[in-house]
């Protein structure tokens, strides 16, 4: 479960790499998981090599990933040059992945196919990315295939428990530590609980404060679910582009606590998950904001500015994948 927040609000040499991976939360499974990582959705692969060889360098040891990015081979050979280069080494990192809709039906084989791709031998983390099974074309190829209308094809003869069952075999397996959810609703993830031998770990959600989904992290968190925030700068300018979302990095309350702090809007935000017990996982792709996006250990926002955050709530989704799916999966 995650760890109470006090660890994380004594100031720390947020610069140095050795001070910030001891920032963790312990899993439901034993193991630490760093509180930031850096998230890889829309980087691109061409340059993400030396890129992420820079973030471990500036003390980033958990990364992000999914078989839908894309960029899971990119990610392995950046790895693989790291620990070549004893910049770090493979028991210091935490790297997730992710199992595409299309592959519900064939866990073990996506989990290996991940695993060549990230060359590695073990996963830190394994999530179901979404609670929505499809149309199986082939392992790894990540597909959203629709039917004649345009929408989405939705297996409905595979149930979740039967993913999990499979999650649960990686662990057996020995090819992941912790397995875990993405995208569960507060009843899913109920559910997940009830039919789980092995718990989930983690539930990875989009919440920022335009989203800030209250009820379902303090049901997760009460039962040992550690939960982690996606798109945790609301998707900034990336979300406003692909899916027509608006971003609180703009909202005038920001400004202010920003101004107040002497930090940016994207810190404040970063910090106010943190003292939620919200593991955040920013992407970036300029080199100045990985640093950024790290410095959150050293500062601690007071109780009233979290009260003046929680206002802001509008519970507004922004990444909203539904739009090239032809179906609101949220509905
Ligand atoms: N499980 C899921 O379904 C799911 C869904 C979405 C995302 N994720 C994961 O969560 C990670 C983060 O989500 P995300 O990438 O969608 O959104 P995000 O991290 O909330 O926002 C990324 C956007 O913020 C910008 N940005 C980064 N640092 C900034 C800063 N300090 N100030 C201002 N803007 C900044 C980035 O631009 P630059 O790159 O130009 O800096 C990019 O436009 C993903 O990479 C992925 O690993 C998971």
């Not at 299309?102 to 990315?129: G, P």
């Not at 009460?222 to 700068?233: D, F, I, M, S, Y």
Request: hydrophobic residues 40%.
């Amino acid at each position: 479960m995650a760890r109470e927040t006090t660890g994380f609000r004594k100031p720390i040499n947020s610069h140095d790499p050795k001070e910030l991976s001891k920032m963790t939360v312990t899993l439901n499974s034993g193991f630490e998981m760093p509180m930031i990582g850096l998230g890889v959705f829309r980087m691109d692969g061409k340059v993400m090599k030396d890129f992420i060889i820079e973030a471990i360098k500036k003390g980033y040891r958990h990364f992000d990933c999914a078989a839908k990015y894309q960029n899971e081979a990119e990610l392995g050979e950046a790895i693989a040059e790291a620990i070549e280069r004893k910049l770090v080494k493979r028991e210091e990192l935490f790297i997730t992945t992710k199992l595409w809709n299309s592959d519900h039906d064939h866990v073990l084989e996506a989990c290996q196919d991940s695993l060549k791709k990230l060359r590695l031998d073990y996963l830190d983390l394994f999530l179901i990315h979404f609670p929505v099974p499809t149309i199986h074309t082939g392992v790894g190829n990540a597909s959203s295939v629709k039917d004649k209308d345009g929408v989405l094809d939705i297996k409905t003869n595979i149930s979740l428990e039967t993913t999990w069952r499979g999650m649960e075999d990686l662990v057996s397996r020995g090819l992941v530590r912790s397995i875990g959810i993405s995208n569960y609703s507060l009843l899913l993830t109920r559910d997940c609980l009830a039919y789980s031998k092995i718990k989930p770990a983690v539930n990875q959600i989009e919440t920022h404060p335009y989203f800030q989904r209250e009820s379902l992290v303090k049901f997760c968190q009460k039962h040992g679910v550690c939960v982690t925030a996606h798109t945790p700068l609301g998707g900034s300018v990336a979300n406003v582009e692909m899916f027509g979302s608006v971003s609180c990095l703009d909202d005038p309350i920001l400004k202010v606590l920003a101004e107040k702090y002497k930090r940016s809007a994207a810190q404040i935000v970063l910090r106010w998950n943190i003292q939620r017990n919200v593991v955040i996982i920013p992407k970036t792709s300029k080199k100045e904001r990985l640093a950024e996006n790290l410095q959150v250990f050293d500062f601690e926002l007071a109780k009233e500015d979290m009260e003046l955050i929680k206002t802001m709530d509008r519970n507004h989704r922004t990444n909203i994948p539904g739009k090239f799916w032809g179906v609101d999966i949220y509905q």
